[in-house]
């Protein structure tokens, strides 16, 4: 076999060699590797194959393993390679330190493929080679796949939604968590994989370069993509608590979801249909415009916030989201005005929507009717892109110099 760093070679098969020294030993001396019987069709009667769970026999001897001289100079190794670096900043390191982050992410995954392809401690140094083979790859390769996985509550979808950005919605398959994470199970949300809003995941896909030596800012991205999916379906959409980071396949982290959007709001579950996922995908598309307007931010911040607020906080926020909106200097009473001519089709709508609009500002607890109006403000206007330039042409249109904006939303969910 052609191997590329000799001297790593050496070290992670002594290292492979020394822990199935360990592992066997404890095995000889009546330590049990827990296992499972998985059905195969055999035609007339069913066929039954044993498989050894040796993951979970060897994350449970996790620290005695990572003790071992031969997994110190690994890891001293590793460490020696520039192209093991990403590995040393995973977010899995049991003792936060690279040499914890390089444990958890090379030399278990490691070990554990190894004994899984040997069925057991019995060593062949065939499948060595060939586990290896796969681990300089993904060192020394031109480019990486990276993805993080949340579970998804809230919301439930029937087919595979993209969100863009890297960023997509789909049904969880059955035990793909637990697969690569043994602890993931008592991580998931309550009743996880069981009820129709519990069944999906929210995932982001990406390709890394050689020279790209951090993960992406997933807990940050998929917020976003929470937000998205909050604006266009007004469903009570919560991530996580947990993200799940993969690298080339292999496990790679586990990093908490931020709390606004692991936090599941009230409200009634709904489903993700094409129509909403194509205006998420919108939406999420133009939130990130929001870091170039303050004023756009601060109103996706107090909407965002308002929906997890008893009153009077609930209806305060609320305010204060459509006056950063729609209002900037002339204040909430513009807004208002602004708000009821944006969404407004027919002038009797806009009336209405006035008036629900100025009992929101004359301190009246908001409706559900009027939460749902600011959110569909917010949506209009990350629609539109340029929210100054929408707050002239709602102006002008006021005035009787132009055409009232088009709406973009022909259905509200």
């Not at 991205?221 to 604006?231: C, F, G, I, K």
């Not at 993969?246 to 009230?266: E, F, H, N, S």
């Not at 109103?299 to 308002?306: G, H, I, N, T, V």
């Amino acid at each position: 076999m052609a191997v590329r760093s000799p001297h790593l070679y050496r070290s992670l098969r002594l290292f492979t060699l020394g822990s199935f020294a360990l592992l066997s030993r404890e095995v000889d001396a009546g330590a049990e590797i827990p296992f499972s019987f998985e059905e195969h069709d055999g035609g007339n009667r069913p066929l039954y194959n044993y498989r050894p769970l040796v993951g979970n026999y060897v994350d449970t001897r996790a620290s005695r393993i990572a003790a071992l001289p031969d997994a110190l100079v690994a890891l001293e190794e590793l460490q020696r390679e520039p192209a093991a670096a990403i590995y040393a900043r995973a977010h899995a390191g049991g003792d936060g330190s690279d040499n914890g982050a390089l444990v958890r992410t090379v030399l278990l995954p490691l070990l554990t493929d190894v004994a899984e392809r040997c069925g057991g401690f019995d060593w062949d140094d065939a499948v060595f080679d060939h586990v290896y083979a796969e681990l300089e790859r993904s060192l020394f390769g031109s480019r990486r796949a990276y993805a993080a996985v949340a579970p998804l509550v809230g919301l439930g979808a029937g087919s595979q939604i993209d969100l863009g950005r890297g960023v997509r919605v789909r049904v969880a398959a059955a035990g793909e968590l637990a697969a690569s994470w043994p602890d993931a199970v008592r991580l998931l949300p309550p009743a996880f994989g069981r009820e129709p809003d519990r069944v999906c995941v929210l995932e982001l896909e990406r390709p890394l370069e050689k020279a790209e030596t951090a993960p992406p800012d997933a807990p940050a991205e998929l917020a976003d993509a929470v937000t998205a999916l909050r604006l266009a379906t007004a469903a009570p959409v919560a991530a996580g608590p947990i993200l799940f980071e993969r690298l080339d396949w292999r496990p790679y982290g586990i990093r908490p979801v931020l709390p606004i959007a692991a936090t599941q709001p009230p409200g009634e579950a709904s489903r993700l249909d094409e129509f909403r996922g194509r205006l998420g995908a919108d939406l999420l598309a133009r939130i990130t415009t929001a870091d170039d307007d303050p004023d756009l931010a601060e109103a996706l911040d107090r909407w965002e916030l308002s929906l997890f607020a008893s009153e009077p906080f609930r209806s305060e926020q609320l305010r204060e989201s459509l006056t950063a909106l729609l209002g900037g200097s002339d204040g909430l009473w513009a807004a208002t005005v602004r708000g009821a001519l944006l969404l407004g089709e027919t002038a009797r709508d806009r009336a209405d929507q006035l008036e629900r609009l100025r009992a929101l500002g004359a301190g009246e607890p908001a409706k559900p009717s009027t939460l749902d109006l600011v959110r569909r403000a917010l949506v209009e206007t990350l629609l539109h892109g340029d929210r100054p330039a929408l707050v002239a042409a709602l102006d002008e249109s006021l005035l009787g110099l132009r055409a009232r904006p088009t709406g973009f939303l022909t259905a509200v969910a």
